[in-house]
């Protein structure tokens, strides 16, 4: 399995826009299928982007197509997501994911990723 730690959550107004981190380690991070996900207090977890293995291809949900663009690089074994535009129903807790091996592209639900990060809090005020 990989390990995940994501970063750069916090609290923002309504408009502003915010960076999410994830540092992989533990194997080969350009074998695996990027994503991430959201938790809004209680709701189910929901599929936020994807990233193909070179970074070449994405995927998005369409609550955040054209708002949160999803990025990685491979020589820093981190994926990103560029969180533009954040409105109030964008706060939840953010995980980042890898896909599990084998994986055909695209992949968007929960059971398609293996591994996970602890999360990182964002909130959006209006």
């Known amino acids: 399995q990989v390990q995940l730690v994501e970063s750069g959550g916090g609290l923002v107004q309504a408009g502003g826009s915010l960076r999410l981190s994830c540092a992989a380690s533990?194997?080969?991070?350009?074998?695996?299928?990027m994503g991430w996900f959201r938790q809004a207090p209680g709701k189910e977890r929901e599929f936020v982007a994807a990233i193909s293995w070179s970074g070449g291809r994405t995927y998005y949900a369409d609550s955040v197509k054209g708002r949160f663009p999803i990025s990685r690089d491979n020589a820093k074994n981190t994926v990103y997501l560029q969180m533009n535009s954040l409105k109030p129903e964008d706060t939840a807790v953010y995980y980042c994911?890898?896909?599990?091996?084998?994986?055909?592209?695209?992949?968007?639900?929960?059971?398609?990723?293996?591994?996970w990060g602890q999360g990182t809090q964002v909130t959006v005020s209006s």
């Open positions: 994911a890898a896909g599990r091996d084998g994986s055909r592209w695209p992949i968007n639900r929960l059971a398609d990723f293996g591994s």
């Open positions: 533990g194997r080969t991070f350009n074998n695996y299928i």
